[in-house]
């Protein structure tokens, strides 16, 4: 860690200069080195997991605790069962003992009864001091729940902080994005410009790093393929210079971005006749558009007729593909003929640590991100085989049907 020098020194001043420059102090800046904060802030990543796994096993402590409780309770009932049962047993032989005049009571069997009566008096005194003992750890259990919630909210501000110096502004690339757009359409003999909304966004660093390539190509793309011409943007009652625009938003734990133009759109006839070409569908089972669109995603395919420095060859889209999914993202397009297509990217703001719903399937374990999970809710065995009897089955959730499709069946997996 290396001190940035400051600019004046706090020694041998008069207080009204140290009171000066308290406030300066308090925003004194470090360099630190970005794989110690990586260090750092995957350490503290490890840490929620533990705690989390702590957790899980304090409330499996919770459920053994009543499972004690609930034992405790029926052996104090069969106590009172086997007392009442002991004193019954000799207030009936006293009393048969009185009637019968000629049997004298056997003094051997008063000491058996006064041997049942001292166990079972001390088998109520140990029950009661496991009564005693299960309130203690039932008091202890309450203590830790509320260290474990201090503990929780401690460590989420501590991974918040860290991860908060991960972050850079988005606007930090901004002018290496204006320089590609001046660069292409200098090469390319058009007019357009560069527009953000939402740059002061942040980012993780490194996935910001990682994300710059990636719109340098989707930003050249749309200059080479989708924008006109100033003549035949003219020509079309648009504006000579073509409009890039790149909206930026947060939902939740993830960042959306949208990068669009104004040009002509994707030529969906150019691009099945290249796919026909290349063999990437069935002439005779046609996709749907979107599913069209979708191969422009594909590694070798591209739709220009000329190869040069920026289109033709068959690389980029591709690679632009797998680096949003390396990134842990993903990547939609849409387009309409004559206003321009809109690239979607969606990409978590941290590569740290992501808060997931476990869930199971053959004994087999995913992770959902909570980002992708917009609300749950538990449903019975019996309304399951209900559903699944259905030709469709059709699921109502606050007042909106829904396809109900078990996981298994997605992953090709039997349901059982």
């Given at each position: ?9 706090s ?36 840490v ?12 499996v ?8 409780e ?19 047993q ?12 000629n049997?004298?009571?056997?003094p051997l ?14 088998l ?7 009564n ?7 008091n ?16 989420t ?19 290496r ?34 994300l ?10 749309a ?10 943007r003219s020509?079309?009652?648009?504006q ?6 790149i909206?930026?938003q ?10 669009a ?10 691009i ?13 089972n ?8 979708q ?9 220009a ?22 990134l ?14 809109q ?26 991100p ?6 749950g809710e ?11 009897a259905?030709?469709?089955p059709?699921?109502?959730f606050?007042g909106?049907?829904?396809?109900f ?12």
């Amino acid at each position: 860690v290396e001190q940035l020098p400051a600019e004046t020194s706090s020694f041998n001043k008069a207080p009204a200069d140290t009171a000066k420059s308290s406030s300066s102090q308090s925003s004194e800046k470090i360099r630190v080195r970005a794989d110690l904060l990586d260090y750092l802030s995957n350490f503290a990543g490890e840490v929620s997991i533990t705690r989390d796994q702590v957790t899980q096993q304090h409330g499996v402590m919770h459920q053994q605790l009543e499972e004690m409780e609930e034992t405790v309770s029926r052996l104090q009932e069969q106590l009172r069962k086997l007392e009442i049962e002991t004193e019954t047993q000799i207030l009936y032989r006293y009393e048969d003992t009185v009637q019968d005049t000629n049997t004298e009571f056997d003094p051997l069997e008063l000491d058996r009864f006064s041997t049942i009566q001292q166990l079972s008096r001390s088998l109520t005194e140990t029950v009661n001091d496991l009564n005693n003992i299960s309130r203690s750890m039932g008091n202890l259990m309450r203590e830790t729940d509320i260290l474990l919630l201090q503990q929780s909210r401690l460590n989420t501000d501590l991974q918040q902080g860290l991860m908060h110096t991960r972050l850079l502004p988005f606007n930090s690339i901004v002018p290496r994005l204006e320089r590609i757009v001046r660069q292409t359409n200098s090469e390319l003999n058009k007019q357009s410009q560069l527009l953000v909304s939402g740059a002061d966004l942040e980012l993780d660093r490194t996935i910001l790093d990682r994300l710059v390539a990636p719109i340098e190509h989707i930003l050249r793309n749309a200059i080479a393929h989708g924008l006109e011409t100033a003549d035949e943007r003219s020509q079309q009652g648009k504006q000579q210079s073509g409009r890039l625009q790149i909206d930026m938003q947060r939902e939740g734990s993830e960042v959306v971005i949208t990068i669009a133009d104004d040009g002509q759109g994707l030529n969906i006839e150019k691009i099945k006749q290249r796919a026909i070409a290349q063999n990437l569908i069935d002439p005779n089972n046609i996709p749907n558009e979107q599913t069209l669109i979708q191969l422009i995603l594909t590694s070798g395919f591209s739709t220009a007729d000329t190869i040069s420095q920026l289109a033709g060859r068959g690389v980029g889209m591709d690679v632009v593909s797998n680096e949003i999914r390396a990134l842990k993202g993903r990547l939609s397009i849409s387009s309409q003929p004559g206003k321009g297509t809109q690239f979607h990217l969606r990409l978590p703001l941290t590569l740290s640590v992501m808060q997931a719903l476990l869930i199971s399937v053959n004994q087999q374990q995913f992770a959902v991100p909570l980002s992708a999970v917009n609300a749950g809710e538990r449903i019975s065995i019996q309304r399951i085989g209900e559903l699944m009897a259905q030709q469709k089955p059709t699921y109502t959730f606050h007042g909106e049907n829904y396809d109900f499709i078990p996981l298994g069946n997605l992953l090709g997996q039997p349901l059982n």
